[in-house]
């Protein structure tokens, strides 16, 4: 149950009119939603139903404080109360209708090592309509995930598991979602319970909007001001990024009302205070209620301890609006081997900005380049990820699992090589002996990828570096006898040098003699036993160098080679488990600081991430913290797959549409290629790579340097059973794509979107943009754009309209 009368002064306090003198730009207002009368488990006595359960002690108690939100925990963790809900479609009422703006989640799923719960939240209105957050569904990812470590709200270094501590880090999770606003929501019905991973929900907390409806003022509120670690260099100094959001708390809008309650002329922020200096104002051009504008401000002269003030100056550079005194943070100048200072790291703006890469699986496995593919039948298409042990480049593995003629990858070996052949008697075989650097990097650059990841060595060992005194397993002292990391990345620097460079690295090997101490699940370390059962029973790990210890003499300085002497610029680990990363982390960041570069690191090298990697999947929702999801062009495998036909790969249609996505939802999207062993990139994925690259450089526009729109990323309401038309954003345009063709000379949009009247659309198109087209908005809010055949001629994939 919710009131929010205390709010009211606040929201009064930062209304102003497009012409009223300084305003107080306020703190954005947030107010917790008792739960109480709907607990109905206990998290530290039995979370996950199976005896999970976290450690109440590690738990913060009562008011708890995250990225600027209140929520409130119990004031203790004890055995006798229940402290969160399991979602069961409980319907929770507001004591008063309430026009909201946002809404706010701390929430785990209690699957073990499970995919998210796909999760239905209906949010109810007074005037009997009702919307399914995001349109479709909230992802509740688990409360632990093996091998992966999340950025989390609340993150506790081990759980129980039947009274024995799991040493899995252990989270719960915020998530924000916009709130329609042209009516007063008056209830929240949660999720039905579902089998495997359930939701629970610890507390919520709500953003009202304005209450003021019938006023023509604005009604803007300061939603984060962050001092972050991103920069940019000028004249030679590192300048801050400071990310600042504002949103606008009037609730929902029509046409007439618009002039008065949206900003709708070009708006500058700046950052003031004792010190500071704003080197480059963010600016925004629109902001309608119920929407929110994310804005980069760069500074220098931030000091510890200090304070800054917000202000918004309109087009004639006039301040509207101020904030509060609010903290400041420094740059790291050197970043240390401890989660303290390494946490702070955060995804590079260049990355934010690429959102399309090439991940390339290339190794000794694409020889074999053979996975079974009936043990993909079950695959679903939205948030499902599939077990790692089923793809092409687990060929060293999969042999063996079982060693008999119920594998299908055992018989395949047999019937194909023989008995005698083991798996690094493919060593010789990898060649690359038709692989051309620059042919690469130009068909990666045609492709529209901003950057590429080449795995520089999986889980078999081999690795395609010079591996110094670590071992002699790598592409320089056997098989091709060439560095193949090496050229790709200098003949990218010198020929693509805005081409971003990247290594996927394994931190675990299946069957390195060295690994065995440290070994794991399905990385157990020690030689392979032979599949066949022939002469000798255990498999040589050819080019091994006796070292002392694996993460000491192999793992960490294979790493820091690539980070110092390769300059990678994105680790891609894999896998996760022991490790020393908080040095690497350290070296890694150190070393490019000192270049004047910025890097990032993934969430698997067992240390806290810049950002999340789902595998064969993708989040159904806007995520407010950064994700990349990977995928093969193949569907069913990252290497080379001979028994995948090339019609199944995934052509233009698939990649745009999954490229715009992933967009919408803030994440980036990694597009796996598999050469073969002489390093061809076989025609049917260039062909389907230079199909995404043609619609990429007339509508790139809509996908680079863009961000997701806070109220949705796809039309709630699509219409005739088409498919849903998706948004992103920039400071000054408006981007709908369509996913099918308009039909009957028309595109509609069951979805309020930020227009106003002297708005230009124009249809993107390879001949250059159309003419504006006549676009007009229903009573209801619903967009139609009048699209003749000529306004879309040439476009296949998706169908993109811009609106200035």
């Known amino acids: 149950m919710i009131f929010l009368p205390f709010l009211l002064d606040i929201l009064c306090s930062l209304s102003f009119s497009n012409t009223a003198v300084t305003a107080a730009l306020a703190i954005y207002p947030s107010q917790p939603i008792g739960l109480e009368t709907l ?55 507001l004591d008063k209708p309430t026009f909201a703006h946002e809404l706010h989640f701390l929430y785990a799923g209690d699957g073990d090592n499970a995919s998210p719960t796909l999760s239905v939240f209906t949010l109810q209105f007074s005037d009997g309509s009702s919307y399914t957050i995001n349109g479709k569904f909230v992802e509740a990812k688990s409360w632990w995930v093996w091998a992966n470590v999340n950025r989390a709200a609340i993150i506790t270094p081990y759980h129980f598991q039947g009274g024995t501590k799991n040493f899995n880090a252990t989270n719960i999770y915020e998530y924000s979602t916009a709130v329609p606003s042209e009516s007063p929501l008056t209830a929240i019905v949660f999720p039905s319970q579902t089998t495997g991973s359930r939701m629970h929900v610890f507390a919520l907390s709500i953003t009202p909007s304005s209450t003021d409806v019938n006023s023509a003022a604005l009604a803007l509120s300061i939603r984060r001001a962050h001092f972050s670690q991103r920069w940019q260099l000028v004249n030679g100094d590192r300048v801050q990024a400071v990310q600042v959001t504002i949103a606008n708390l009037l609730p929902g809008y029509t046409l007439a009302q618009s002039p008065s309650r949206a900003i709708n002329s070009p708006h500058s922020i700046e950052i003031v205070g004792d010190g500071l200096k704003t080197l480059n104002t963010g600016n925004f051009s629109r902001l309608v209620p119920g929407d929110q504008a994310r804005v980069d401000v760069f500074v220098t002269g931030a000091r510890a301890g200090g304070s800054a003030m917000v202000n918004i100056r ?131 650059d045609r492709a529209g990828a901003k950057y590429f990841v080449l795995v520089s060595k999986h889980h078999d060992g081999f690795a395609l570096f010079d591996t110094g005194n670590t071992t002699n397993r790598n592409s320089v002292q056997l098989g091709p006898k060439r560095d193949l990391v090496a050229e790709l990345f200098q003949t990218a620097k010198d020929e693509k040098p805005d081409l971003h460079r990247g290594t996927y690295y394994s931190l675990p090997e299946w069957f390195s003699p060295d690994f065995a101490k440290y070994g794991f699940g399905s990385w157990p370390g020690g030689l392979a036993h032979n599949a066949f059962n022939t002469t000798p029973a255990l498999e040589p790990y050819t080019g091994r160098l006796d ?86 062009m193949d569907p069913f495998s990252y290497g080379l797959n001979l028994a995948t036909n090339a019609s199944q790969y995934k052509n233009g249609t698939t990649i745009v549409q999954s490229l715009v996505d992933i967009t919408a939802k803030n994440g980036n999207f990694l597009l ?78 069951g979805k309020r979107l930020p227009l106003m009247l002297g708005d230009e659309i124009v249809a993107l198109r390879p001949s250059g943009p159309s003419s504006p087209l006549a676009w007009n908005i229903s009573a209801s809010g619903d967009l139609t754009i009048q699209v003749s055949s000529a306004d879309v001629e040439g476009v296949r994939f998706a169908w993109p309209f811009r609106v200035s």
Not at 69 to 81: I, V
Not at 562 to 580: F, H, Q, S, V
Not at 590 to 612: E, K, W, Y
Request: charged content about 15%.
């Open 39 to 93: 607990l109905n488990n206990n998290a530290v006595v039995d979370f996950s139903g199976n005896g999970g359960a976290f450690n109440g002690s590690l738990l913060p108690t009562g008011s708890f404080s995250y990225d600027g939100l209140t929520f409130s925990l119990p004031s203790s963790w004890d055995d006798a109360a229940d402290n969160n809900v399991l979602a069961n479609g409980q319907v929770l009422k």
């Open 314 to 444: 309109d087009s004639t550079g006039k301040i509207i609006a101020t904030s509060t005194a609010l903290p400041t943070a420094l740059l790291i100048e050197e970043y240390t081997p401890d989660t303290t200072s390494l946490s702070l790291h955060e995804t590079p703006s260049w990355w934010n900005s690429a959102k399309y890469g090439i991940f390339i699986h290339w190794g000794v496995y694409s020889k074999p380049a053979f996975v079974n593919r009936a043990i993909f039948s079950w695959m679903s298409t939205e948030f499902l990820q599939a077990p790692p042990n089923q793809y092409a480049e687990w060929y060293d593995w999969d042999i063996r699992q079982p060693p008999d003629a119920s594998n299908p990858t055992w018989v395949h070996h047999l019937d194909t090589y023989g008995k005698d052949v083991a798996y690094d008697d493919f060593i010789p075989q990898f060649t690359a002996s038709k692989f051309n650097a620059s042919a690469w990097v130009d068909i990666i």
């Open 547 to 632: 070292i002392d210890d694996y993460l000491t003499d192999l793992q960490l300085p294979q790493m820091v080679d690539l980070a110092t002497k390769y300059d990678t610029e994105i680790m891609w680990c894999d896998i996760g488990g022991p490790n020393r990363n908080l040095e690497f982390a350290a070296t890694f960041y150190n070393h490019a600081m000192s270049q004047g570069r910025q890097v990032t690191l993934n969430d698997r090298c067992g240390i806290l991430p810049d950002f999340d990697t789902p595998e064969y999947a993708t989040f159904g929702s806007i995520q407010p913290t950064k994700w990349e999801s990977s995928e093969g």
């Open 672 to 749: 796996d290629i598999g050469p073969t062993a002489d390093g061809e990139i076989i025609q049917p994925m260039v062909d389907n790579l230079l199909d995404a690259g043609s619609w990429l450089e007339f509508a790139g526009d809509c996908v680079y340097d863009t961000d997701y729109w806070f109220p949705a990323s796809e039309d709630p309401k699509p219409v005739n059973g088409t498919p849903a038309a998706r948004f992103t954003t920039t400071p000054n345009t408006f981007c709908i794509i369509a996913f099918a063709p308009p039909s009957d000379g028309s595109l509609v949009v």
